[in-house]
């Protein structure tokens, strides 16, 4: 599977390897190890490379993924078995033609904060989240986002 095929697959179904809404932080940390950095709290988080992982604290699952790449490039946990990195669309713009090229639909729209301009996949949680200028900021699946139409 290829980097862009992976990319594809998040976009789609909202998964990177074993990193996945309702997946057990316990389970994703005997695999990934300790984590760089963990916020405490009732719902803790914990960060692997570009990966931010969202808990319920009450279960232990986890209920958002959310990936921060950085100038085009996502730096993953090695020990996820995917390679050190993923390259990533900068910017919006680019980001459509990959779903466009990809048959993934999508919509634009102000989904999180009113004024800012999200893009959501149709048929998933995924949404992106970009800056003023159109730069892609982080891209996050979660369960607390409603799924959309599959069209």
Known sequence: MTAADRLAEFLRT????LLAVGASYAEVRAVLGSTELAIDGPDPVYKYAGVELY?????GL??????EPFGGVLRLPVELGLG???A???DRD???ELLDSQGLGHSLGEFHVPGQTDLMVHGS?????C???GELHSLAVSADRPRTPTA
């Open 14 to 17: 909202g998964r990177l390897g």
């Open 55 to 59: 808990t319920d604290g009450a279960t």
């Open 62 to 67: 986890i209920r958002t993924v959310q990936l």
């Open 84 to 86: 050190d990195s993923l």
């Open 88 to 90: 990533v669309p900068a």
């Open 94 to 96: 680019g980001l459509v």
């Open 125 to 129: 949680r995924v949404m992106a989240f």
């Open 131 to 133: 800056h003023e200028n």
